[in-house]
């Protein structure tokens, strides 16, 4: 039996822009997922877009019935910016004031630890239309806003976290058009980086000035970069593709501080951000008091095979490939490699270069599209799930007893959900929604997962 240390924490994870939907006066305002929908509802799988999510605003009591029948003894939500302050910089609504004070104290009075986040890639509309996060005064707006759920919230929620994974909106909006903006543009894409950091550390120093005890977060998806081979070239390829991809956050969230070897890619490249001197000093003094770790899958990178084409515009890929290794095995239902060992490997990350600070595994989950073809009796029969989570344990648990100093282990997710422009296409829930009468069943999975917190272990 594999027994995980005394309190360790059971649950998953979710965010407000993925569960709640919109409801006829409800008061949200639009963000960017509302908007990009309407005007071009064809890049979302099955045109389903984020208003029919998994209806959790109808369904509050109910599924936080099924928390306790899934065995959590923690969760992970996000407030959505733009339900809370419609417009993002003005008048709070009521309506969600008090929407998300019953969810909380819900959560609390079924004794299940509290996880708040403040932003899981959903940025109200307006601010979008004045620039979004490449503008100053969306910083400022968003510091504004997180003081607000610090102020108004404290009383419920046990720990705070800024952001959710904040490499994917850069990378997405800016470069690879899965976010909106959906736009090709390198230095917007830094500025927004350096912007969200900035944000982030003012966020920590709110969440202090309000009570200092209280704890606060960033959630990041590490993955450490697997060179193809040892030849000096593929070794600098995946050095290069993990300064992007894990320490553009990891290093000024943890540290304080930008690895040098980054500043000097952007610099050569002229893409440098703009900021106030005073902007460091606030990144520097205000670290994280804990960190959210996300991890799904490796990066898997070799040198790359070609020279950019010089009016090809920046992409981080000029320095990497992405790269399959052979043999590797596969999670066949929604195409990613499953590398168990990779939590192993960020755990020794953290232990060894980042002070063994105090970690939760925030978001593990085996994706599967078409997942009703598992459906026996009425119930999920997701044993890949079992095996993908116990997979991931046992390494966990691994680096716990070489002192790793995870404190918790949270899935995605609780209830299949809306995954932004894959929509519903991979369910990744220990709780089977039903599209057609929004009817929940808790899969083998959700089973085993009770038993998984009950025994501590398995
Ligand atoms: C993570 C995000 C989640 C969720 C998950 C699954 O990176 O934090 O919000 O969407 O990925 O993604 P997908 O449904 O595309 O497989």
């Given amino acids: 039996m594999i027994q995980f240390p005394k309190d360790f924490?059971?649950?998953?994870?979710?965010?407000?822009?993925?569960?709640?939907?919109?409801?006829?006066?409800?008061?949200?305002?639009?963000?960017?997922?509302?908007?990009?929908f309407r005007i071009e509802p064809a890049k979302f799988h099955q045109e389903i877009g984020p208003e029919t999510t998994s209806t959790f605003y109808q369904h509050v009591e109910e599924d936080l019935d099924l928390?306790?029948?899934t065995g959590h003894t923690a969760f992970r939500t996000s407030i959505q910016w733009s339900r809370l302050i419609p417009d993002g910089d003005g008048a709070i609504n009521p309506i969600a004031l008090e929407f998300y004070e019953r969810v909380f104290r819900g959560v609390k009075e079924r004794g299940i630890q509290l996880f708040v986040n403040l932003y899981h890639f959903d940025l109200p509309m307006a601010l979008e239309e004045k620039g979004g996060w490449t503008k100053?005064?969306?910083?400022?707006?968003?510091?504004?806003?997180?003081?607000?759920?610090?102020?108004?919230?404290?009383?419920?929620?046990?720990?705070?976290?800024?952001f959710n994974e904040p490499i994917v909106?850069?990378?997405?909006?800016?470069?690879?058009?899965?976010?909106?903006?959906?736009?090709?543009?390198?230095?917007?894409?830094?500025?927004?980086?350096?912007?969200?950091?900035?944000?982030?550390a003012l966020a920590v120093k709110a969440c202090h000035d309000v009570n200092p005890d209280k704890k606060i977060g960033i959630v990041l998806n590490l993955t450490p970069a697997y060179p193809r081979s040892q030849h000096p070239a593929d070794?600098?390829?995946?050095?290069?593709?993990?300064?992007?991809?894990?320490?553009?956050?990891?290093?000024?969230?943890?540290?304080?501080?930008?690895?040098?070897?980054l500043v000097e890619i952007i610099r050569h490249h002229d893409l440098l951000p703009e900021f106030l001197e005073e902007d460091l000093a606030t990144i520097k003094n205000h670290t994280v008091d804990y960190l959210g770790v996300n991890y799904y899958q490796p990066l898997r990178v070799a040198a790359p095979k070609?020279?950019?084409?010089?009016?090809?515009?920046?992409?981080?890929?000029?320095?990497?490939?992405?790269?399959?290794?052979?043999?590797?095995?596969?999670?066949?239902?929604?195409?990613?490699?499953?590398?168990?060992?990779?939590?192993?490997?960020?755990?020794?990350?953290?232990?060894?270069?980042?002070?063994?600070?105090?970690?939760?595994?925030t978001e593990n989950g085996m994706g599967v599209e078409g997942e009703e073809k598992f459906l026996?009796?009425?119930?999920?029969?997701?044993?890949?799930?079992?095996?993908?989570i116990k997979g991931h344990l046992t390494e966990l648990h691994r680096a716990i007893q070489e002192g790793a100093n995870c404190k918790g282990?949270?899935?995605?997710?609780?209830?299949?959900?809306?995954?932004?422009?894959?929509?519903?296409?991979?369910?990744?829930?220990?709780v089977q929604l039903d599209l057609t009468d929004q009817n929940r069943h808790i899969k083998k999975s959700g089973y085993w997962f009770k038993e998984l917190s009950q025994n501590n272990g398995f």
């Fill in 136 to 162: 100053r005064e969306t910083v400022l707006a968003y510091e504004r806003y997180a003081r607000t759920c610090f102020e108004h919230f404290n009383h419920w929620v046990d720990r705070w976290i800024t």
């Fill in 409 to 430: 282990y949270l899935v995605w997710t609780f209830i299949d959900c809306w995954s932004w422009l894959n929509s519903y296409k991979n369910r990744y829930g220990l």
């Fill in 9 to 36: 924490l059971w649950g998953s994870s979710t965010s407000g822009v993925q569960t709640e939907g919109r409801v006829v006066g409800d008061g949200k305002g639009d963000n960017t997922w509302d908007h990009w």
């Fill in 169 to 200: 909106p850069v990378e997405c909006g800016y470069f690879y058009q899965f976010h909106y903006p959906a736009v090709i543009d390198a230095k917007a894409g830094v500025q927004v980086a350096f912007n969200t950091q900035l944000a982030s």
């Fill in 235 to 261: 070794v600098k390829a995946a050095r290069i593709a993990e300064l992007f991809q894990a320490k553009s956050f990891l290093d000024p969230a943890v540290k304080g501080t930008y690895p040098p070897e």
């Fill in 376 to 388: 026996v009796d009425d119930t999920i029969q997701d044993d890949y799930r079992i095996d993908f």
């Fill in 67 to 69: 928390l306790v029948e």
């Fill in 306 to 361: 070609y020279l950019p084409h010089p009016d090809s515009p920046f992409f981080p890929e000029f320095y990497y490939d992405h790269y399959q290794m052979l043999g590797r095995k596969m999670n066949p239902h929604r195409g990613w490699e499953i590398y168990e060992k990779g939590v192993y490997d960020i755990a020794k990350n953290i232990q060894e270069h980042y002070g063994n600070i105090e970690w939760i595994l």
